[in-house]
């Protein structure tokens, strides 16, 4: 194995083993706490432009699925890093090794022992710019945040499923897969759009609602779906936004938004029902959160851990949003009935 280095944006490198493409990058280093699905985190876009360190001991033990597990259509994340890697995978959708897959996405790895050192670090100062450095070439410290990662992860065209008889227009801005399924599944028509698509426009596809989804970066750089999301507020179209879904939503209706020190990045993240005792698992993946909850809208739920938002929702109208995935793939289902609850606000034709 070629040896690697991971290094900081302040001056400090850990030394490590490189199994994925023996490339250099830069990027935000974060890290997750998720013991499993890191197939389905790898190809999250809300990645895109990260380094993840994976704080769970063992990864590719059980290799890669095909890409019918996967959450997009290729390797999101910038980099990887994880404390033991398994090269000799056991699981029956296996269809490669993790190594042999980064390496064909092109993606560098790191195989460095001490991961919990590096997620101490990351708690402790907060996301910081780092980069992979594997061989003798070098690369400048680049933030991701500065650019307009969801225009980079959003689909181009038009994406048309299902055979429901209400229409959900889903604004991709780094949509994962399992979204879309758990729509599907629930007998509606999806039409996927680009993020910065014209929704109202005339000749655009007629839709009964909208689902806002997840992506990366900071919610401030999709200003044209801010746009069309203040207009749907404006003519009162049901409306969920899931994860960034929830700072755009909060942004177009008058809210502001922030960047947490280390992002929340685990399946297990508490949040609470506001206004009840119940608290549920919910799987996440965001660096930014919800500051000022914007006039006319509650908190639906709060983060049991720091208390910071979990979701919105409006007093009388039919606009909602979380923070975490419902679709939670992967991790616990336990947030479903979100879609259950949106879709029953959703006039019948």
Known sequence: MKRGKLVFKDGIVFEGASFGKPISIAGEIVFTTGMVGYPESLTDPSYAGQILIFTYPLLGNYGVPDRTHWESKRVQVAGVVVS???????????????????????????EIKDTRALAEKLRGEGAMLGKILIGKKNVPFDDPNRRNLVDEVSIKTLLREGNGKRTIALVDCGTKENIRRNLLARGVRVTTVPWNYPIFKKGA??????????????????????????????????????????????????GTTYKLKFGHRSQNQP??????????????????????????????????????????????????????????????????WIFDYFLKRVPKP
């Open 84 to 110: 033991q890697y398994v090269d000799t995978p056991s699981h029956p959708t296996s269809m490669m090794t993790l190594g042999k897959w980064l390496r064909r996405e092109g993606v560098p790895a790191l």
């Open 205 to 254: 596809p007629a839709f009964d609602a909208i689902v806002i989804s997840n992506g990366p970066g900071d919610p401030m750089m999709a200003r044209a779906t801010i746009a069309n999301i203040r207009e749907a507020l404006r003519r009162k179209v049901p409306m969920l936004g899931i994860c960034l879904g929830n700072q755009i939503l909060a942004l177009a209706a008058g």
């Open 271 to 336: 949040c609470r029902l506001v206004g009840t005792d119940r608290s549920y698992l919910t799987t996440q993946n965001h660096g930014f959160a919800v500051k000022r909850i914007p006039r006319g809208f509650r908190p639906w739920f709060v983060n049991a851990n720091d208390r910071t938002n979990e979701g919105l929702i409006h007093e009388r109208l039919p606009f909602m949003s979380v923070q975490f995935h419902p679709e939670a793939s992967p991790g616990p289902l336990d947030t479903g």
